[in-house]
């Protein structure tokens, strides 16, 4: 089939910006007092925004006195540190531009916090994305189909001829819940077999590849 709207994830589909956020996780763990956590288990960590992360990082989660404040300083290591070492997924950029060439509609939904999700698309894909949504107060976040429809409000289309491209469980339910199918990228944070245990029933290995559906 071809699309006429794509809208994609941005950890780990468009972005690799695993490292940043693993030294942010544990610059704020280690500054409160607490156990640092390992590459692989922010990696597990991450896929529903940075205050689910710090709450599986930070013992006992949100009981934990400290969450707010070891929350705050990760924010604000985070926004600053955010472009150290995070950069697109090889092929990515090329994938964008060609997609944009063709009058595509591009959309970037996140449950990053919102500065930090226009931040780094205006950094690494003003020239092609015009449309970034990250978590806010006032719309619920994915799983729920809201910020998808308002990626989709501003691009002023629909879910006709429209595709969701992510990398994990909460993307595949975010395409469900928005009534469009889900592509599964296979270079992000997680495996395959993981995606196929959650209902993931197409793959791309490359962003190359999603140039040929």
């Not at 709450?55 to 604000?76: D, V, Y």
Request: glycine residues 6%; proline residues 4%.
């Amino acid at each position: 089939m071809r699309y006429d709207t794509y809208i994609f994830d941005l950890d780990g589909t468009l972005l690799d910006s695993l490292n940043d956020l693993y030294i942010s996780t544990n610059y704020a763990l280690r500054l409160h007092g607490m156990p640092e956590r390992t590459l692989d288990e922010v990696r597990q960590f991450v896929g529903n925004g940075v205050k689910k992360l710090m709450e599986r990082a930070i013992p006992a989660g949100l009981e934990n006195p400290k969450f707010e404040e070891t929350f705050a300083t990760f924010r604000e290591h985070y926004l600053v540190h955010n472009l150290d070492t995070t950069m697109p997924y090889p092929g990515v950029l090329q994938m964008l531009k060609k997609l944009k060439s063709q009058d595509k509609n591009l959309a970037i939904v996140s449950n990053k916090f919102y500065a930090a999700t226009q931040s780094l698309c205006r950094h690494f894909f003003g020239d092609y994305v015009s449309v970034a949504i990250g978590e806010r107060e006032n719309i619920r976040k994915k799983p729920a189909p809201d910020t998808v429809r308002e990626a989709l409000r501003q691009l002023g289309t629909s879910t006709d001829h429209a595709v969701y491209i992510g990398d994990s469980e909460v993307d595949i339910m975010t395409a469900k819940n928005s009534g469009m199918p889900c592509i599964s990228v296979l270079w992000g944070f997680r495996t395959r077999e993981f995606l196929l245990a959650h209902g993931a029933e197409r793959f791309i290995s490359s962003p190359e590849e999603l140039l040929r559906l």
